[in-house]
């Protein structure tokens, strides 16, 4: 038995360059919810959807840099993602559509092998954002 034992993830930490148009792609078209942040001495953002939480950190001389390593063009679903659970993939993707919310398709709905569906988009600094349903 390993001496460590990995309960689940506990955040997920993005840098990002304008906290704004963030919350509007993690709050406004994806639903989280804005949850209080400790007082850093620097700015961000922290969501949650259900146990999961988002931490922002607004980029600065002492972060990472914003974005992701992987250029534009090599975005797709086989680079750099994390995913969220949504109850029907599909539903989702009309939703999107119907947002008025600019965001960037990397992927329509498709499915994994298993049956469950996928889509995959990118946020405003284009970090690869899966959102994925069970088989039906």
């Known amino acids: 038995m390993s001496?460590?034992?990995v309960e689940a993830i506990d955040h997920l930490t993005l840098v990002v360059s304008d906290l704004e148009v963030s919350r509007k792609f993690y709050v406004d078209?994806?639903?989280m919810e804005v949850?209080?942040?400790p007082n850093f001495s620097f700015q961000g953002s922290w969501f949650r959807a259900g146990n999961t939480l988002i931490h922002l950190i607004l980029e600065h001389d002492q972060?990472?840099?914003a974005g992701t390593l992987s250029p534009a063009q090599t975005r797709s679903t086989r680079t750099h993602h994390f995913a969220f659970r949504v109850p029907d993939a599909n539903a989702a993707w009309e939703a999107l559509e119907q947002?008025?919310?600019d965001y960037e398709v990397v992927s329509p709905p498709k499915f994994r092998p298993d049956g469950a569906v996928q889509i995959f988009l990118a946020d405003p600094d284009g970090h690869v954002v899966e959102l994925a349903s069970d088989p039906q």
């Open 35 to 37: 949850v209080p942040r």
């Open 29 to 31: 078209l994806l639903g």
């Open 99 to 101: 947002s008025g919310i």
């Open 3 to 5: 001496v460590i034992q």
């Open 63 to 65: 972060s990472g840099k």
